[in-house]
């Protein structure tokens, strides 16, 4: 690899040290290399402290819950699942924040933005459950543990809501256990967390 094509680049750290081992150019990576390799060792210097805060995501339509169709979702809104998961998670010695959108794009800004600082996700993706790679992928680059929540149990209704691409992530799915399955979903993440 020669040192005068790479510079200037972005350098990842994994190329950089690739760099530094390899190349003939000694003072051009050097400039690039220290800085580069300072930042890379910081991280095992100073860690992020882990966060306790849990992000809890619901998809389309959730905003109607315990307004719209109590027979099948229950008479809970979203408000009440909220201040229980809060609840819960305190008793656990976490932090909730619950969401909701009717956009898979602001979804996926929410899932991309956990990364940043969340311990853990627990997401209800509704009707994206069946449909949507694009949240799947948004979650395969989130690398703490994820809970997938349906209210319903998906498995006993229309065949097209027996597939998730969701769960193909998740690291623990659950369904039909009413609005009960948020704060079994927070019990299930503080143990995975601890
Ligand atoms: O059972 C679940 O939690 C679901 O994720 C709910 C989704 C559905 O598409 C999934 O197959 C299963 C639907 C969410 C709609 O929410 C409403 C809530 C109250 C009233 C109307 C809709």
Request: glycine share 8%; aromatic share 8%; charged share 15%.
């Amino acid at each position: 690899m020669c040192s005068s094509t790479l510079t200037g680049l972005n350098i990842r750290y994994g190329e950089l040290i690739a760099v530094v081992t390899i190349s003939a150019d000694y003072r051009v990576i050097k400039k690039g290399g220290i800085i580069e390799l300072a930042h890379f060792f910081r991280q095992f210097l100073y860690p992020r402290p882990m966060s306790n805060l849990i992000t809890i995501l619901n998809g389309p339509n959730l905003n109607l819950l315990g307004i719209r169709e109590p027979e099948l979702y229950g008479a809970d809104t979203l408000s009440k699942v909220s201040t229980r998961c809060e609840q819960v998670a305190g008793e656990l010695g976490l932090r909730t924040v619950l969401k909701q959108t009717n956009h898979e794009g602001e979804m996926i800004d929410w899932i991309q933005a956990a990364r940043d600082d969340s311990a853990g996700v627990i997401i209800n993706p509704a009707a994206w459950s069946h449909t949507s790679v694009a949240i799947l992928d948004a979650l395969n680059t989130f690398e703490g543990p994820v809970i997938e929540v349906h209210i319903s149990n998906i498995h006993a209704r229309e065949p097209f809501r027996h597939h998730s691409y969701v769960s193909n992530r998740a690291n623990g799915v659950i369904a039909g256990c009413g609005v009960q399955g948020y704060a079994f979903a927070v019990q299930r993440l503080a143990t995975l967390l601890s």
